[in-house]
């Protein structure tokens, strides 16, 4: 298994998780990390990225306020920092990797459509109103 995720949970609206992404792909800054989450019914959404070479990242405009993504290279682990949570973030919350920009995000433009390389297993988050 080359990602594993892990933070999920059932919180209240208004509280926070840390997700976790634990990367056992090598080497780890020859990919881009990307979060997206699936809630049920609805499409795939993309809610971030953060490039290997440099730290570099971006979060979706409808979530940059709320969300962050970063990433610890000795342990080889993106986080995706979760705040001011509502119901309707509830959703299956996937990291992905990304290898086809030699280590960089995809462009956020098509962030949504780009395949990565490799998924996660997905983690719950729930939020309850």
């Known amino acids: 298994v080359q990602l594993v995720e892990s933070g999920g949970g059932l919180v209240q609206a208004g509280g926070s998780l840390r997700l976790s992404c634990v990367v056992h792909?090598?080497?780890?800054?020859?990919?881009?990390i990307s979060w997206f989450r699936q809630a049920p019914g609805k499409e795939r959404e993309g809610v971030s990225c953060?490039?290997?070479?440099?730290?570099?990242?971006y979060v979706a405009d409808s979530m940059k306020d709320r969300f962050t993504t970063s990433s610890d290279n000795a342990k080889n682990t993106v986080y995706l920092q979760l705040n001011t949570l509502s119901p309707e973030d509830t959703a299956v919350y996937y990291c992905?990797?990304?290898?086809?920009?030699?280590?960089?995000?995809?462009?956020?433009?098509?962030?949504?459509?780009?395949?990565?390389?490799?998924w996660g297993q997905g983690t719950q988050v729930t939020v309850s109103a």
């Open positions: 792909l090598f080497p780890f800054d020859n990919f881009a």
């Open positions: 992905a990797a990304v290898n086809g920009f030699s280590g960089y995000c995809p462009p956020d433009s098509i962030h949504n459509e780009y395949e990565p390389d490799y």
């Open positions: 953060i490039s290997g070479p440099d730290g570099n990242s």
